[in-house]
């Protein structure tokens, strides 16, 4: 199972698990040889907490404690130093916040050890990967937000319902400097509509990505749609709702409404 996990985890399809598991590559003290682990973990601030369930992984730590060890993170490589954490009820507790379809398995593992990454090296670094990651849906191209959006908005303009091939979009208001393609950047393709700013598409598989100009605006908006992290905010605005068409329903979500983007 380890195996298929690891596979799943090195392919495109890291997204499916990317949001709960990594890989941990370690080398072994005596043998040199490296090894590789896959692990639940959870953020904690700019570090990271790793743990095992499987029982048969519970001693994988003493392998690894103040030692260098390689994460590969939603399909980021970034490095780090690994530590055991002293206090494990703590360390639960931050695990079954993020995670709560876990809490059954981390009270079973009560002899778990969790182990804290960080003391980082260099630019591929724990602290180099970003809260929000995201990709189309082929794969090719992959991206990081390195910023909390300034705002999360609903357009419901004709455009977006051209380009979504729905009611319209989701998006995130970011600066677009704090936006990064990490992965496929040759297969990003931008379209400029003669009204509007340019929007930005996966040329291999058409998924909508970016708007708002970028990258050549200042702010930009990010698809909450092309995220592969679980993401819950919900939009503080709905924009162009005079644009809303009869077949869709615009949701009584207590967000503000504008006739256009302006309001």
Known sequence: MNGLVARVLRSRLHRLLGGRLLLLTYRGRRSGRPHTLPLLYARDGDDLLLVALHPRTQT??????????????????????????????????????????????????????????????????????SELHGSCLCGAVRFEVSEPFALVSACHCTSCKKLSGSWG???????????????????????????????????????????????????CSVRLAALDVPFDRRPDRHIFVRSVAAWETLPDDGAERYETSAG
Do not use: M
């Open 60 to 129: 994988w730590w003493r392998n690894v404690r103040g030692r260098d060890v390689t994460l590969l993170v939603r399909g980021v490589e970034c490095r780090g130093r690994a530590e055991l954490v002293a206090d494990a009820d703590a360390a639960r507790r931050a695990f079954e916040r993020a995670h709560a379809w876990a809490r059954p398995a981390l009270r079973r593992a009560r002899g778990a050890a969790f182990v804290r990454v960080s003391a980082v090296l260099g630019s591929g670094s724990v602290r180099g990967v």
């Open 169 to 219: 979009t989701v998006s995130g208001r970011a600066r677009s400097a704090a936006v990064r393609v990490v992965a496929g950047e040759a297969s990003v393709t931008r379209y400029q509509p003669p009204e509007g700013r340019a929007k930005a598409f996966c040329s291999e598989c058409g998924s909508n990505l970016f708007g708002g100009g970028w990258p050549d605006s200042e702010w």
